[in-house]
């Protein structure tokens, strides 16, 4: 820790922000170390107190790198090791797997820049000097003799090559011995045969042809070359890195969306600011107007608007009130409430979601087999052609031709790193995968992002996905030997047992009419028909059945004579629930879900991105057909079970189409694995959730639209990405080799072909950047 102390003076500076502090201005204090510090406001001080450590030296210990860390290579995600080092197949630096350290440095970006910093000055002195002459005809050095400015630009050049340069060598070297070759290879290949060729020829020039020698004696060398070549090299890979960096940046901030301090409430009503770390399942914590959440909890006290956008994408603040669940990360807004933590560390919403962020960033899309598969045969390819180019030049080339040679082949070398190639799907998908996350859209992996894309039938459930999923109860008829009453008290003791937002509607019916019941025994749910199960005190109760009519059909329960109720309240799009009791018809419940209010606008937008949309529901086809008339649905399939909803998806298959399911319940699970896409409600059940390859945060079918647009914008961006790399690599590996020198007379620079060759990578990565900035 920095040693600071304070001497009593009128002033000082918030360790925090670095603003200047008048100590007799009323301000915050607070005591560490045995020193007082002063704060600008309370939330400086509250973020001091959790982590001085971090305010006062910058990086805490436990955003660190730990040991036994795994690390992957971002281009090859099936190559993990622990600790650091180097991909054995494209040579790039692993990177730590896991949620990233938000502070933690980039060692290999450090030690990048930090080689970088000494190749630019002396790569420029080299090219200085000797392209002077060259293009300029001036003399710089003329106090220098011809042999002693060779031997300078030997001195000059060679910490650039063999010091700045060394990690490119040495990963071209484990090319060679590993036989996976890639654009280190190229690199070392290229500038190692001009550095060589360059100091032979500095120290030993009678080994060249007389044709070779000028008047001094002396042969062409090609040390600025080598020098600026890895200086051109390097800084496109401190730009790359940096920008590989950003691409972070949805992480950071959603890691940066949870506070770093709690205020927990004790038995006595005092509270108490503690680091979030010490925070336990169970606490009680404040949240005060205008802070965030500072975990996943339940209101057990209070009331406010909280600004879930963070999460959702969705910038209109939801209303919470007793027992109603809050996130952590969110923001509160007026109000203020008392809440019971539920969950902790790695189980919380925002770190379930950080998770899956980073899992799909580092998955692979199908796509990127092509730039593989290219990339396999491209290196050997590049040095065939450059061997070639060497051979050519060396018999048909002007004088010297050696020279001509070594040019041509180290040119073809250097603008033919596939960098750009290997690159241009993983960046994208990077970006994507964070913006997707901060409009809360969860990607799984890549390849789903990929699929998505193709999608043109989107199959949906009706409840919770086009409704609210927060039905009401609006009827109650009886049939003849009972009353009202008696058939929602038999409704509400079986659906007591359940958790299914149906029975929520009765349950909270009967609450509102006062009418009490007993808890039913043997409840057992039936998949897809209803829920059965013994009500009342007598020996064995009555045998209650609460359900559909296939659940009547299963035990013969005769209904016709409620029809004409059920078939009016269909065609005013409720949901009718028989109830049976000894096997006998009582009554029918009827619910309404309400229509979610984005629900029109989003199949609008849907229909508009060429998408087919087809409801799969377990609703009868009179009050699905209701609702899908009001929204414009395609196609409807009623009485659904779980499995005709993964018969209706592998008959989609079948067909042709490429299908997306949407839905949140257990009865849809099997459909969602099924899919080409699977879509999960992140408000549905576990098992849907499990079963999906996409998980929106809110149970608004306008995720779908985002994910659908994100997807289309993403698989556009790599396939701009491949052709700026394939393109590039067309144009310059000829040029390089001198196609155009027998009728133009030009001949491509070693240097300008590093530039190019860095230019490449750089430009693929900005246009990768891009999707940051899209708008869902």
Request: glycine content about 10%.
């Amino acid at each position: 820790m920095t040693d600071k102390t304070f001497q009593p003076t009128e002033t000082s500076v918030d360790p925090v922000c670095g603003m200047k502090i008048d100590h007799h201005a009323g301000k915050f204090s607070a005591d560490h170390d045995g020193t007082t510090y002063h704060f600008c406001s309370d939330g400086c001080r509250e973020k001091f107190t959790a982590d001085p450590d971090r305010c006062l030296n910058g990086v805490p210990a436990s955003e660190a790198i730990q040991p036994g860390t795994l690390y992957t290579c971002p281009m090859h995600p099936e190559i993990v090791q622990e600790g650091p080092g180097t991909c054995p197949i494209c040579g790039m630096a692993l990177e730590p797997m896991g949620i990233p350290a938000g502070d933690a440095p980039n060692e290999e970006l450090i030690d990048f820049t930090r080689r970088l910093r000494v190749a630019v000055p002396l790569a420029l002195i080299v090219a200085v000097i000797e392209m002077s002459g060259h293009l300029l005809g001036l003399d710089l050095l003329p106090f220098l003799s011809p042999h002693a400015k060779q031997r300078l630009l030997f001195v000059l050049a060679t910490p650039v090559v063999l010091w700045c340069g060394w990690p490119f060598f040495v990963r071209g070297a484990q090319s060679l011995r590993t036989r996976h070759l890639n654009m280190f290879t190229l690199i070392g290949l290229g500038t190692g045969a001009a550095y060589v060729y360059s100091v032979v020829g500095t120290f030993a020039p009678g080994l060249f042809p007389k044709t070779m020698q000028d008047a001094h004696g002396l042969v062409p060398v090609y040390f600025e070359a080598a020098a600026v070549i890895i200086a051109l090299v390097l800084l496109g890979q401190v730009i790359e890195l940096r920008a590989r960096e950003k691409t972070g940046g949805a992480i950071r901030a959603l890691l940066e969306l949870s506070p770093k301090t709690a205020l927990r409430v004790h038995d006595g009503g005092e509270t108490e600011t503690v680091p979030l770390a010490d925070i336990q399942v169970g606490d009680v914590l404040r949240v005060r107007p205008g802070d965030q959440v500072p975990i996943d909890g339940t209101v057990i006290d209070g009331r406010s608007q909280v600004d879930e956008s963070m999460l959702t994408g969705e910038p209109v603040p939801v209303a919470k009130a007793q027992n109603d669940t809050v996130t952590g990360g969110t923001l509160n807004g007026t109000g203020a409430f008392d809440m019971r933590v539920d969950r902790t560390g790695a189980e919380t919403t925002l770190s379930q979601v950080v998770n899956m962020v980073v899992e799909a960033q580092r998955s692979r899309a199908p796509i990127q087999r092509l730039a593989d598969s290219v990339a396999g045969y491209f290196v050997p390819a590049v040095i065939a052609i450059a061997v070639i180019a060497f051979i050519v030049w060396l018999l048909t080339g002007p004088a010297p031709q050696l020279a001509h040679s070594l040019v041509a082949a180290v040119s073809v070398l250097i603008i033919a790193c596939p960098c750009a190639l290997g690159l241009a799907t993983p960046i994208s998908i990077m970006v994507a995968t964070g913006r997707g996350a901060q409009a809360g859209f969860l990607i799984r992996n890549a390849a789903a992002l990929e699929r998505l894309a193709k999608v043109n039938t989107l199959v949906v459930d009706k409840t919770g996905t086009l409704t609210e999923g927060k039905p009401m109860l609006t009827n109650v008829e009886a049939a003849t030997g009972y009353t009202k009453t008696k058939v929602l008290s038999f409704a509400a003791a079986l659906e007591s047992s359940s958790e299914h937002p149906l029975a929520v509607a009765i349950l909270k019916g009967a609450a509102d009419q006062g009418v009490k019941f007993e808890k039913a025994r043997d409840f057992e749910a039936v998949t897809g028909k209803g829920v059965i199960g013994r009500v009342g005190g007598n020996i064995g109760g009555h045998a209650v059945r609460l359900g559909n009519a296939l659940l009547m059909d299963d035990y013969r329960i005769n209904i016709l004579a409620v029809e004409d109720a059920v078939s009016r309240l269909r065609k005013e799009g409720k949901t009718v629930m028989y109830v049976a009791v000894d096997n006998r018809l009582a009554g029918i419940v009827a619910v309404v879900d309400p229509i979610r209010q984005s629900t029109k606008e989003s199949v609008a937008a849907l229909h508009g991105l060429g998408l087919r949309l087809v409801m799969a529901t377990g609703d009868n086809m009179t009050t699905a057909q209701s609702v899908a008339d009001q929204l414009g649905v395609d196609e409807v399939h009623a009485g659904m079970t779980p499995g005709d909803k993964l018969e209706l998806v592998e008959g989609l298959m079948k067909q042709g189409a490429v299908v997306a399911m949407a839905g949140d319940g257990i009865n849809d699970a099997p459909a969602l694995a099924k899919a080409d896409v699977g879509i999960a409600m992140g408000t549905g059940a576990d098992v849907a959730v499990e079963s999906a390859d996409i998980t929106l945060l809110r149970s608004d079918l306008r995720g779908v639209a985002r994910g659908v647009k994100l997807s289309l914008a993403t698989m556009a961006n790599i396939k701009q990405n491949l052709f700026f790399a394939f393109f590039y690599n067309a144009i310059g590996v000829p040029i390089a080799a001198g196609v155009l020198y027998p009728v133009a007379g030009i001949v491509l620079s070693p240097m300008i072909a590093a530039a190019a060759m860095s230019l490449s990578s750089v430009s693929v990565v900005g246009n990768a950047l891009r999707l940051r900035r899209i708008e869902l």
